[in-house]
């Protein structure tokens, strides 16, 4: 019988956000496919811990792939830690993945620390509904036909960016989003110097006028004003409502945040609620 291959999240800067579980599943897997070994060493080092590693990184993913599966295959069971969050997001893991359905090998992925998901609880925009779109184009052209295609996003948008491209990327994104658009900086998230500047597109870009932006940043846009020839009715509005309660949110906050989201009126889809 195939081993199983664990996905297992690390820290994105806080070792004491590595779970309980996690730690677990390091501790019995027979060893554990890591992007950058020297990091995983760290955080076993950390943990206690001591295990066989080996090297699965993006350039050597399709040969250190076939080992990995040759082993799960044989019945040994395997963890996957990229360098910081959930393997398979932005990083190597996603074809190890495939590979594993394939061949009809367990995959089990575990809950834990995520970028994206960070940054977007602590933006202060809408969460109800968001688009993530990991790293836009390095080449200028392309990036600039990425955010033209996302001009009439409604929901909020996620990006990662590396510090040396960002004040590009701001200039960018005001350029293709106009200066008054809202974002969250998100900095060195759960890290020392963790810093959420909550601006707007100009905000942002003055921000960094003339330096050189240092750490890692997720970028947590607002999404367009919705169409107005996008037409929600009462019952969308309650549908969505229903789901806001669902959530936790009193009958109050739940219309007021389906009306703004779907751009009906707050009273009359509050009649409508209290009517149901
Ligand atoms: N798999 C990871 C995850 O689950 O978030 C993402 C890996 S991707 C190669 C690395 C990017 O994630 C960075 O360039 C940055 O955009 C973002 N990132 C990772 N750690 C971060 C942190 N502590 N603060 C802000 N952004 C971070």
Redesign the pocket.
């Known amino acids: 019988m195939a081993g199983t291959l664990y996905l297992v999240?690390t820290p994105?800067?806080n070792l004491g956000d590595i779970s309980r579980r996690s730690a677990e599943t390091l501790e019995r897997v027979d060893f554990i496919a890591a992007e950058d070994t020297r990091v995983t060493l760290k955080l076993l080092n950390h943990l206690g811990l001591k295990k066989p590693l080996i090297s699965y990184y993006r350039h050597n993913a399709e040969e250190a792939g076939g080992q990995v599966l040759d082993r799960l295959l044989a019945g040994e069971s395997c963890a996957l830690c990229?360098?910081?969050?959930?393997?398979?997001?932005?990083?190597p893991g996603e074809e190890l993945v495939a590979l594993c359905a394939q061949h009809e090998v367990p995959v089990e992925a575990l809950p834990g620390?995520?970028?994206?998901?960070?940054?977007l609880s602590a933006s202060a925009l809408p969460t109800a509904r968001f688009v993530f779109e990991g790293?836009l184009p390095m080449n200028r052209k392309n990036r600039r036909a990425r955010l033209e295609a996302l001009a009439g996003e409604e929901r909020t948008m996620l990006?990662?960016?590396?510090p040396h491209k960002l004040t590009a990327t701001l200039a960018d994104l005001e350029e293709a989003f106009g200066p008054e658009r809202r974002i969250s900086l998100?900095?060195?998230?759960?890290?020392l110097h963790?810093e959420i500047l909550r601006t707007t597109l100009a905000g942002a870009v003055e921000r960094y006028k003339g330096e050189t932006p240092r750490?890692?940043?997720?970028l947590v846009v607002e999404g367009a004003p919705a169409q107005a020839g996008e037409e929600y009715t009462v019952a969308d509005g309650l549908e969505r409502v229903e789901t806001l309660r669902g959530e936790g949110l009193s009958r109050k906050d739940a219309v007021k945040q389906a009306a703004k989201e779907l751009g009906l009126s707050r009273n009359e889809l509050y009649a409508a609620a209290l009517e149901l």
């Open positions: 999240p994105i800067g990229t360098d910081a969050g959930t393997p398979a997001i932005s990083d620390p995520c970028a994206l998901v960070v940054a790293f990006f990662y960016e590396a998100c900095r060195e998230l759960t890290k963790e750490g890692e940043f997720v």
